[in-house]
Nanobody, 119 residues
Framework: QVQLVESGGGLVQPGGSLLLSCAASGFTFSRYTMSWYRQVPGRERELVAVISGAGGGTNYADSVKGRFTISRDNTKNTVHLQMSSLKPEDTAVYYC????????????WGQGTQVTVSS
């Protein structure tokens, strides 16, 4: 069965760094666009970063541009989000999402991992 498992969340001080990882299984990973979203309780889920199936194209929310980097390794079926210069407003649950590049009806979500930026 399809599975997306996020890891790497935790507590970090402002200005610090954190690496999130998402391990995928149960589908043809390279055929899927991978995204990171984040959500604060009571607010809309926000798109943070996107990477194309082959890893050649990326997009970022303006709020994280220059601080976050999304990457993927199609030989290991993993996608990462390297977060640097973290701010308190980055605090959220971060979710990994897979979307089939040829049919967006096929999408899968991970369970999420908590990131807390606080001093």
């Amino acid at each position: 069965q399809v599975q997306l498992v996020e890891s790497g969340g935790g507590l970090v001080q402002p200005g610090g760094s954190l690496l999130l990882s998402c391990a995928a299984s149960g589908f043809t990973f390279s055929r899927y666009t991978m995204s990171w979203y984040r959500q604060v309780p009571g607010r809309e889920r926000e798109l943070v970063a996107v990477i194309s199936g082959a890893g050649g194209g990326t997009n970022y929310a303006d709020s994280v541009k220059g601080r976050f980097t999304i990457s993927r390794d199609n030989t290991k079926n993993t996608v990462h989000l390297q977060m640097s210069s973290l701010k308190p407003e980055d605090t959220a649950v971060y979710y990994c999402k897979a979307t089939f590049s040829l049919n967006s009806r096929f999408e899968y979500w991970g369970q999420g991992t908590q990131v807390t930026v606080s001093s």
